[in-house]
């Protein structure tokens, strides 16, 4: 018997119910965007956190994110932005204890980038949610077959890879690991497209499809500052004039931060051998000094610290 909730079958066909109950495992800057995409889209959510002092932090950002994009969509209508703000807000709930958030759909890891941390976390999930509960990481290189080599319910596991910020980028790149089940699979195709965005699917290898991409690029144009080919300024305009892109290389890499920069180069090296995912030094020197980018104030580049955020 299929154990996945919200599957009925009607002769030979399938058919899945939504994904109504999520909760975020980690309440960062990826962790806060995935749980105000899903509120958005009508869901209750639980971010989970250890640090009280993150959860708030992320819970002031989704709020003042809302605000935003009440304004944008109900302009001048003042009752209206008001009601989607709060009623966005009643949806999400947060919590220290792992425990207050099992009881959901979907469980989506989004902690920091490190496999032991990632096994450990799922082996306890595993332990705890109900049967049905599909259970999905948010790493950006590490083999999700890796990090759910422990669990159980592999057939209800895979990789819901989203980008910063979540809330703005459409992508989703949804990675089946070797024991996925179909119907897993359908119910987080499903889900993904029920937040806005566009899924793309990918199996289990080194970075997926973005990450696998974009490292050498983005490695390469940290190599030209660090050899002062050209200034950080002029290598991001070259990239936004020249090549198209939305976001110049090195912005991209403050954006994202130097410390998850570092540890995906770290990966992709191990994984591939491929000499272009080699240690940059810089990243390795400010890395060192706490020098990340965006999220501490510093990294190529300086910014004006945004206290509400």
């Known amino acids: 018997m299929n154990k996945l909730i919200g599957v009925r079958y009607f002769s030979n066909s399938m058919v899945l119910n939504a994904i109504k109950s999520v909760t975020v495992v980690g309440g960062g800057l990826m962790g806060n965007g995935i749980a105000q995409v ?3 889209a009508g869901q209750n959510v639980t971010i989970v956190d250890l640090n009280p002092d993150i959860l708030a932090k992320s819970t002031k950002s ?3 994110n809302l605000k935003r994009v009440a304004k944008k969509t109900y302009k001048d209508d003042v009752a209206k932005a008001e009601s989607f703000v709060k009623d966005c807000l009643e949806r999400v709930k947060v919590s220290t204890k792992v425990e207050d958030g099992v009881n959901v759909d979907l469980i989506i890891e989004a902690i920091v980038e490190k496999l032991d ?28 077959n890796e990090i759910g080599a422990g669990i159980n319910r592999k057939d209800r596991y895979g990789g819901l890879h989203f980008f910063n910020p979540v809330p703005v980028m459409r992508l989703l ?3 089946k690991g070797d024991h996925i089940s179909e119907e897993t699979y359908q119910a987080m195709m499903e889900w993904g497209k029920s937040i806005g965005k566009t899924c793309i699917t990918c199996k289990d290898t ?3 499809v973005v990450n696998r991409l974009l490292g050498p690029y983005s490695a390469e144009a940290l190599r030209m500052y660090e050899r002062g080919d ?20 090195l912005e991209l890499a403050d954006f994202t931060g ?4 570092k540890a995906i180069l770290a990966v992709m090296l191990s994984k591939t051998g491929n000499p272009v995912f080699e240690p940059v030094a810089l990243v390795d020197r400010l890395v060192s000094e706490g020098k990340y980018g965006r999220k501490s104030g510093e ?6 610290q945004n206290k509400n955020n």
């Not at 950080?232 to 990239?239: E, G, L, P, Q, S």
């Open 258 to 261: 130097l410390d998850n920069k």
């Open 62 to 64: 989704i709020e003042n």
């Open 299 to 304: 990294g190529i580049y300086k910014y004006e």
């Open 173 to 175: 790149e949804v990675i």
């Open 117 to 144: 941390v990632k096994q450990e976390l799922f082996n306890k999930l595993d332990k705890l949610a109900p049967e049905h509960t599909i259970l999905a990481t948010n790493t950006s290189s590490i083999s999700i």
């Open 38 to 40: 899903a509120a958005q």
């Open 206 to 208: 080194p970075g997926f």
């Open 230 to 249: 050209a200034s950080a300024k002029d290598i991001d305009t070259a990239m936004k004039l020249g090549a198209g892109f939305p976001m110049g290389p």
